[in-house]
């Protein structure tokens, strides 16, 4: 991550943000030598096509035997479990 001090970077901010937006570069403003921020690329979100979520889907691991065993673990637990008593009431 290059430092860059704030003055300088007051007068290059059009050139810093296209290094950031077009390169994914990060910078650390720096002022009196302390670093005070940083200029880094947004988190972006991933878009994801429907028909990679199905080939995603298609390669999780199957449950078979398993998937009925849990559902009644689950059951069991749901039955065990007291509900907490409503403070509103």
């Known amino acids: 991550m290059e ?3 704030v003055t300088q970077a007051s ?3 059009s050139d810093l943000l296209n290094r950031v937006f ?3 570069a990060s910078f650390e ?3 009196g030598n302390k670093v005070i921020a940083r200029l880094c690329p947004a988190l972006t979100s991933r878009r994801v096509a429907v028909r990679d979520l199905n080939r995603l889907f298609a390669e999780l691991p199957k449950l078979y035997e398993d998937a009925e ?3 009644q673990d689950l ?3 749901r039955k065990a479990a007291k509900p ?3 403070p509103w009431a």
């Open 3 to 5: 430092r860059i001090n």
């Open 11 to 13: 007068r290059q901010f």
């Open 22 to 24: 077009y390169q994914g």
């Open 29 to 31: 403003l720096e002022r």
């Open 69 to 71: 065993s849990f559902a």
């Open 75 to 77: 059951e069991a637990i």
């Open 84 to 86: 907490e008593p409503d």
